[in-house]
């Protein structure tokens, strides 16, 4: 570090386990009498050799915070006597303070176990919880109860917006419970999982549930910190001047009589609606001088002893006409250095910074993609107690953060090609949950299936079963490499592939029927993107997934052109798109043969709109 002996260094000794049963001990006295097991837990943990490698150190922030979380549950004992359920619920917070970001792994199971005996549960009880712990789910007027946490809702005078199908899987359940538990603690959480499993959507039905605004911010190696902290950017004039006008108008209000004033503000209105922004500073800084003008003939009023007050007076109210007055000459600086055009530079607070001040809930996703500067500037306010100065707009003051606010970041495993890893200084301040997929249950995989079809499968109840496996078996065929996308690599399909599926299939079975829009769902998301034997394969896997037990003439009864709908249509090949606008018109210069790769591509464009992928020689635009 250059100068480096100009600076003196100090050694930061970690504390030792003494100094942590103190430190327990006394920032929660109720705990006292328990402090030692706890401290016994995290050491046995802290030097197991079955902990992971890939996932992050056990640091004494995790004890701490585990202890937090028991002090919530052990609050209103009388005596030194825990009941059992209480002692469950603490034992759950070990769970998910020691063990939760591990994946599903022989490591993950030896862990909890490990936590259950020096807690001393014995095993057929823990073995109970990692086969079969699903929490319930209760949702009320004024709160959510889910599991072992009870979580106020808030206040909110606007419907519920209404949201894709959701499904309280076990898998669901216990994420939410999880997360329920950490926001209430105002603990910054990270999910990390696969892609398609979920992470964006579960944050997405909790903030909905209990009516916090989610704020999404797609992190990516161009993201920089003024995109979330915020930078000065050309803004119109009329947006510097609605924001002055807001603040002038309660201040006038409050310091003169608007009656006898109505001739000035009238003409006020008048060069702010006609976009004269020089009329409107001069008229603007000529009621500041009859503001302090006021100010100083009260202040010789009761220097004289006069008390003679036309007008009462906020006490403040001196300070928000100082304040006003810079913003003004802000204002018209601003709109200098334009040059009199339309635009001019002024500080636009980031996504962060807004959330920050409203109360809402931030994610974060994809956050190990972003550059060291950018994870820098979220570092501080992550920490218990942080807060937010911006020093680019002027300000000196640190912003402090909404009662509500609560920031969320998900990433995928740095095990992915490009993907990095988190700052470990970092990523140990988040509480962090390992987010799996959710067709790892049988049961789970059905119950997301019926939410989306399942009032088409009626009569037909073997269609959610046979979805399922059809499902599986190419995810088993892609995991094993057996299928290739269209450059080689192994595509990657999921629960989010799935969901696509059955939102075609729930839009389209009126039309074609339940199994037609089961196959036609099925071969646009997962047989397009497939080179020629890839796609071949899996079209054969769905239609015999699909149709079970259908005869030999099943291919030509699936290229049957459906009923015409309604509408402005135009056919192509077995389908009906809807026209736009534009008369139709035929390119005579374009060949299309049958049995193609180009009849193949429109129609793959035809079931519905997606992105085409591929080398630039293909024509992709051309078939657009």
């Given at each position: 570090?250059?100068g480096?002996q100009?600076w003196s260094?100090?050694?930061?000794i970690?504390?030792?386990d003494?100094?942590?049963?103190?430190?327990v001990?006394q920032?929660?006295?109720?705990?006292?009498?328990?402090?030692?097991?706890?401290?016994?837990?995290?050491?046995a943990l802290?030097g197991?050799?079955t902990s992971?490698k890939s996932?992050r150190?056990?640091s004494?922030?995790?004890?701490?915070?585990?202890?937090?979380?028991?002090?919530?549950h052990?609050?209103?004992?009388?005596?030194h006597?825990?009941?059992r359920e209480t002692w469950?619920?603490?034992?759950?917070?070990?769970?998910?303070?020691?063990?939760?970001?591990?994946p599903p792994?022989?490591?993950?199971t030896m862990?909890?176990?490990?936590?259950?005996?020096?807690m001393?549960f014995?095993?057929?009880?823990?073995k109970l919880?990692?086969?079969?712990h699903?929490?319930t789910?209760k949702d009320?007027?004024h709160a959510?109860n889910v599991?072992?946490?009870?979580v106020?809702?808030?206040p909110s005078?606007?419907?519920?917006r209404?949201?894709r199908p959701?499904?309280y899987t076990t898998?669901?359940?216990?994420?939410?419970e999880?997360?329920a538990v950490a926001q209430?603690h105002?603990?910054?959480l990270?999910?990390?999982?696969e892609t398609?499993?979920?992470?964006t959507t579960?944050?997405?039905?909790?903030?909905?549930?209990?009516?916090?605004?989610?704020?999404?911010?797609?992190?990516?190696?161009q993201?920089?910190?003024?995109?979330?902290?915020?930078?000065?950017k050309p803004?119109d004039?009329?947006?510097?001047?609605v924001?002055?006008?807001?603040v002038?108008d309660?201040l006038?209000?409050?310091?003169?009589?608007?009656?006898?004033?109505e001739?000035f503000?009238s003409?006020?209105s008048?060069?702010?609606d006609?976009?004269?922004w020089s009329?409107?500073?001069?008229?603007?800084k000529a009621a500041?001088a009859?503001?302090e003008a006021?100010?100083v003939?009260?202040?010789?009023?009761?220097?004289?002893?006069?008390?003679?007050k036309?007008?009462?007076?906020?006490?403040?109210?001196k300070g928000e006409?100082?304040?006003?007055t810079?913003?003004?000459?802000?204002?018209?600086?601003?709109?200098?250095?334009?040059?009199?055009k339309?635009q001019?530079f002024s500080f636009?607070e980031g996504?962060?910074?807004k959330?920050?001040?409203?109360?809402?809930?931030?994610?974060?996703?994809?956050?190990n993609?972003a550059?060291s500067d950018t994870?820098?500037?979220?570092?501080?306010l992550?920490?218990?107690?942080g807060?937010i100065?911006?020093p680019?707009?002027?300000?000196?003051?640190?912003i402090?953060?909404?009662?509500n606010?609560?920031i969320?970041a998900?990433?995928?495993p740095?095990?992915?090609?490009?993907?990095?890893?988190?700052p470990p200084?970092?990523?140990?301040?988040f509480?962090e949950l390992?987010v799996?997929?959710p067709d790892?249950?049988?049961?789970?995989?059905?119950l997301?299936?019926?939410?989306?079809?399942g009032?088409?499968?009626?009569g037909?109840?073997?269609a959610a079963?046979d979805?399922?496996?059809?499902?599986?078996k190419i995810?088993?065929?892609?995991?094993g490499?057996?299928i290739?996308d269209g450059v080689g690599?192994?595509?990657?399909?999921?629960?989010r592939?799935?969901s696509r599926?059955l939102?075609?299939?729930?839009?389209?079975?009126?039309m074609y029927?339940?199994?037609r829009?089961?196959y036609e769902?099925?071969?646009m998301s997962?047989?397009t993107?497939?080179?020629k034997?890839?796609r071949?394969?899996?079209?054969?896997?769905?239609?015999?997934?699909?149709?079970?037990?259908?005869?030999?003439?099943?291919r030509?009864?699936l290229?049957?052109?459906?009923?015409r709908?309604?509408?402005n249509?135009v056919q192509?090949?077995h389908?009906w798109?809807?026209?736009?606008?534009?008369?139709?018109?035929?390119?005579p210069?374009y060949?299309?043969?049958?049995?193609?790769?180009v009849?193949?591509?429109?129609h793959?464009?035809?079931?519905?709109?997606?992105?085409?992928?591929?080398?630039?020689?293909?024509g992709k635009?051309?078939?657009g």
């Amino acid at each position: 570090m250059l100068g480096v002996q100009r600076w003196s260094r100090v050694t930061i000794i970690p504390p030792t386990d003494a100094d942590l049963l103190a430190i327990v001990s006394q920032s929660h006295p109720c705990l006292a009498f328990i402090a030692p097991t706890l401290l016994k837990v995290y050491i046995a943990l802290r030097g197991s050799p079955t902990s992971p490698k890939s996932t992050r150190p056990l640091s004494p922030r995790d004890l701490l915070k585990w202890a937090n979380r028991t002090a919530f549950h052990c609050s209103s004992l009388t005596n030194h006597t825990i009941a059992r359920e209480t002692w469950e619920d603490v034992f759950l917070e070990a769970i998910d303070c020691f063990a939760a970001m591990i994946p599903p792994s022989p490591a993950r199971t030896m862990t909890i176990e490990r936590i259950g005996s020096e807690m001393g549960f014995p095993p057929e009880r823990v073995k109970l919880y990692i086969d079969s712990h699903a929490p319930t789910l209760k949702d009320t007027t004024h709160a959510i109860n889910v599991g072992r946490v009870l979580v106020p809702k808030a206040p909110s005078t606007t419907p519920r917006r209404t949201t894709r199908p959701f499904a309280y899987t076990t898998h669901a359940k216990k994420l939410l419970e999880q997360l329920a538990v950490a926001q209430l603690h105002r603990e910054p959480l990270l999910l990390v999982g696969e892609t398609g499993t979920g992470k964006t959507t579960i944050v997405q039905h909790l903030a909905d549930l209990l009516h916090h605004r989610l704020v999404v911010v797609n992190v990516s190696q161009q993201t920089e910190s003024s995109d979330l902290l915020g930078g000065f950017k050309p803004v119109d004039v009329r947006t510097l001047a609605v924001q002055v006008k807001q603040v002038f108008d309660g201040l006038f209000e409050r310091t003169f009589s608007v009656k006898r004033n109505e001739a000035f503000l009238s003409r006020v209105s008048e060069v702010y609606d006609s976009q004269d922004w020089s009329a409107f500073g001069k008229l603007l800084k000529a009621a500041v001088a009859q503001a302090e003008a006021r100010f100083v003939a009260l202040s010789e009023e009761e220097e004289e002893g006069g008390a003679r007050k036309k007008r009462r007076m906020d006490s403040n109210l001196k300070g928000e006409w100082g304040k006003f007055t810079d913003s003004l000459k802000m204002l018209e600086m601003q709109q200098a250095h334009g040059k009199g055009k339309a635009q001019a530079f002024s500080f636009v607070e980031g996504s962060l910074v807004k959330a920050f001040r409203r109360g809402d809930w931030l994610l974060l996703d994809e956050i190990n993609l972003a550059a060291s500067d950018t994870l820098e500037s979220i570092a501080s306010l992550i920490r218990e107690g942080g807060s937010i100065t911006l020093p680019e707009k002027g300000d000196i003051e640190p912003i402090k953060p909404h009662p509500n606010f609560r920031i969320f970041a998900a990433m995928n495993p740095a095990t992915d090609v490009g993907k990095r890893d988190l700052p470990p200084a970092l990523r140990g301040q988040f509480t962090e949950l390992f987010v799996g997929s959710p067709d790892e249950s049988l049961a789970d995989l059905l119950l997301i299936i019926k939410q989306y079809i399942g009032h088409l499968i009626v009569g037909d109840e073997r269609a959610a079963s046979d979805v399922a496996h059809s499902y599986l078996k190419i995810k088993r065929a892609a995991e094993g490499h057996e299928i290739v996308d269209g450059v080689g690599e192994k595509p990657h399909f999921s629960v989010r592939t799935l969901s696509r599926t059955l939102s075609y299939v729930a839009d389209t079975a009126g039309m074609y029927g339940l199994r037609r829009a089961l196959y036609e769902g099925f071969c646009m998301s997962f047989s397009t993107m497939l080179e020629k034997s890839s796609r071949e394969k899996v079209v054969q896997d769905i239609i015999e997934g699909i149709y079970p037990s259908a005869n030999r003439n099943v291919r030509s009864a699936l290229r049957s052109l459906p009923k015409r709908p309604a509408g402005n249509v135009v056919q192509l090949g077995h389908y009906w798109i809807e026209c736009g606008e534009e008369t139709p018109q035929e390119n005579p210069q374009y060949i299309v043969k049958a049995h193609t790769s180009v009849e193949q591509n429109l129609h793959n464009l035809a079931s519905i709109p997606n992105l085409a992928s591929g080398s630039n020689v293909f024509g992709k635009n051309l078939h657009g």
